[in-house]
Antibody, heavy 116, light 106 residues
Framework: QVQLQQSGAELVKPGSSVKISCKAS????????MHWIKQQPGNGLEWIGW????????KYNQKFNGKATLTADKSSSTAYMQLSSLTSEDSAVYFC?????????WGQGTLVTVSS | DTVLTQSPALAVSPGERVSISCRAS??????MHWYQQKPGQQPKLLIY???NLASGVPARFSGSGSGTDFTLTIDPVEADDTATYFC?????????FGGGTKLELK
């Protein structure tokens, strides 16, 4: 069965960077886009972008250009998202999700807290 | 960006029928999807491409609409349906989500 296992919660300082991971199993990792979605506490959902692990192609929501960098490691079937120059506005739960015609599979979410 | 507008909250009694609306600021063809999210959990896909029931989702859930106006219907509502429901479009860049409709049971 398809599973997306995300890395654990992060507490990071303003101005720093963080890299979170999403390990995929149960399907051919290189054949499906991996998307990333942000959810701030009590708020709605924002689509950050996707990466196609088969060739490394990426597509970003323009709002997250320069903030998020998506990469993928085919050897370990793991997708990564690095967030840079962190501020309190980046404190959120971040999800990885698969499939274009509706996100049928989701990771459990990674809580990122930005605080000094 | 395509703005998706949902009513913030609804309250219904178990056994009733409820319709949750989502209006897009511009056309999204049929590329509208619906999710259910309970506190502390990831969203769960209910309906994809406006009217297709996702795998394992009870037939009590249905979706309709095209263009700019879409509806998620739950009939009959059960106690376990207490959750927030989000619509999401994947037709226009960037993909966007509605603000969510919190469904409460009376």
């Amino acid at each position: 069965q398809v599973q997306l296992q995300q890395s654990g919660a992060e507490l990071v300082k303003p101005g720093s960077s963080v890299k979170i991971s999403c390990k995929a199993s149960g399907y051919t990792f290189t054949s499906y886009d991996m998307h990333w979605i942000k959810q701030q506490p009590g708020n709605g959902l924002e689509w950050i972008g996707w990466i196609y692990p088969g060739n490394g192609n990426t597509k970003y929501n323009q709002k997250f250009n320069g903030k998020a960098t998506l990469t993928a490691d085919k050897s370990s079937s793991t997708a990564y998202m690095q967030l840079s120059s962190l501020t309190s506005e980046d404190s959120a739960v971040y999800f990885c999700a698969r499939d274009r015609g509706g996100f049928a599979y989701w990771g459990q979410g990674t809580l990122v807290t930005v605080s000094s | 960006d395509t703005v998706l507008t949902q009513s913030p909250a609804l309250a219904v009694s178990p056994g009733e029928r409820v319709s949750i609306s989502c209006r897009a600021s511009e056309g999204v063809n049929s590329y509208m999807h619906w999710y259910q999210q309970k506190p502390g959990q990831q969203p769960k896909l209910l309906i994809y491409k406006a009217s297709n029931l996702a795998s394992g989702v009870p037939a009590r859930f249905s979706g309709s609409g095209s263009g700019t106006d879409f509806t998620l219907t739950i009939d009959p509502v059960e106690a376990d349906d207490t959750a927030t429901y989000f619509c999401q479009q994947s037709w226009n860049d960037p993909w966007t989500f509605g603000g969510g409709t919190k469904l409460e049971l009376k």
